[in-house]
């Protein structure tokens, strides 16, 4: 039997902090329950986050749930997939909503092919009305477009949210969720693939960040890449870069922003030396105000950008400095 519970799963134990995210997804969720007459539900795989059961009320939240497990804590996919196989055979959601990270992209395809239902990744909104299948828009041929899917198939729709698709709105009043711990069996789960190093980052996330200061291959050399560093702390924020410095070894790959690399929304995003491609714009399209630096006045990134510099970066870049410095 099919309900019309609304399902926003995290998975506490694989990404650490990705509360705002998850926020996200539940601001999502409850848009949906609220068209379909149906409850919001938060399912926390794994160990409760600090302050879950503040963010689960002021989203809506009607019921907390959590499955604990010790074969859950070392945020191994197979475990994650069998326990939410398990969760949607006796609970029968409408609809399961992630927040997109690495591992959300392991396991939303896995689950959806267990369950024989749709998945749709990368997506950005939901539309949601009464005896009509769901509508999910998502971000298409490496965000160069954006496709509306219709789930019509077997419930429960899986789908995965991009980060920063959605602002986190909370809700005044809202009552505190009844909280309910859900019991799987995992005994009979064996980890078919062993994580032996996973990239972890210190320190402020891009995905955060007010202020992003970008270089691009218009930088020259990876010696130049300091001047987008020394802007960034000037103005208090964070450097960002394209993905062909990443692929160059100039930088980590945690400063690349783009559909393959981070997803941000900062208030200003200064681009040096990057020719705007659909791929980067992904990932940096959400700010609310763009500076692009670019000595080519016909480069993409002109399309998007609120104050453009038809200029060389390596000359401007230092001047920016010294004002952001005064
Ligand atoms: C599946 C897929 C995923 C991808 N994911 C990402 C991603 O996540 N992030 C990402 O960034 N890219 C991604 N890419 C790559 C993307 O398509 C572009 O190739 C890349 O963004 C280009 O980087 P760029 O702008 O630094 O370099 P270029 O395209 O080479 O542009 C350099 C720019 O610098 C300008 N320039 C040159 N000299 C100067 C100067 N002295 N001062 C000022 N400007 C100057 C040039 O006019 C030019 O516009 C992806 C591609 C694919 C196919």
């Known amino acids: 039997m099919t309900t019309t519970a609304i399902v926003v799963c995290t998975w506490s134990g694989a990404r650490g902090e990705v509360l705002e995210e ?68 006796e609970r029968s959601p409408r609809l399961v909503l992630f927040s997109q990270g690495f591992d959300t992209r392991l396991v939303a395809p896995r689950l959806a092919g267990r369950l024989g239902s749709g998945v749709v990744v990368n997506a950005v ?12 828009t998502a971000s298409a041929y490496g965000g160069d477009t954006r496709v509306v899917y219709e789930l019509a198939g077997a419930e429960p729709c899986i789908v995965s ?111 040096a030396g990057i020719s705007g491609a659909s791929q980067h714009m992904a990932g940096c399209g959400a700010a609310k105000a763009i500076v692009a630096i670019n000595t080519d006045p016909d480069a993409a990134i002109f399309r998007y950008a609120r104050y453009g510099i038809v200029g060389d970066c390596l000359a401007i870049l230092p001047e920016l400095i010294r004002a952001a410095k005064k």
């Open 22 to 89: 998850a926020e996200a997804a539940l601001t999502l969720g409850r848009k949906v329950s609220v068209a379909l007459g149906g409850e919001l539900q938060w399912l926390v795989v794994g160990a409760m986050p600090e302050g879950g059961a503040e963010i689960a009320q002021r989203q809506g939240v009607a019921v907390l749930e959590n499955i604990e497990d010790a074969k859950l804590a070392g945020g191994q996919a197979d475990a994650f997939v069998e326990a939410l196989a398990q969760y949607c055979a």
């Open 125 to 136: 909104d939901i539309e949601a009305a009464a005896d009509s299948p769901l509508k999910v």
């Open 161 to 271: 949210l991009l980060a920063n698709a959605v602002l986190p709105e909370s809700v005044e009043g809202a009552a505190s969720p009844s909280v309910r711990n859900v019991a799987v069996d995992l005994s009979s789960v064996e980890e078919r693939i062993r994580v032996v190093e996973a990239a972890r980052t210190e320190g402020p996330r891009l995905e955060d960040a007010e202020i992003i200061v970008s270089g691009g291959r218009g930088l020259s050399s990876p010696d130049n890449y300091k001047l987008v560093e020394q802007l960034a702390e000037a103005l208090g924020g964070l450097p960002g870069a394209s993905r062909p410095l990443v692929d160059e070894g100039w930088v980590d790959s945690s400063r690349q922003v783009g559909l393959t690399g981070k997803i941000t929304r900062p208030g200003l995003y200064v681009a």
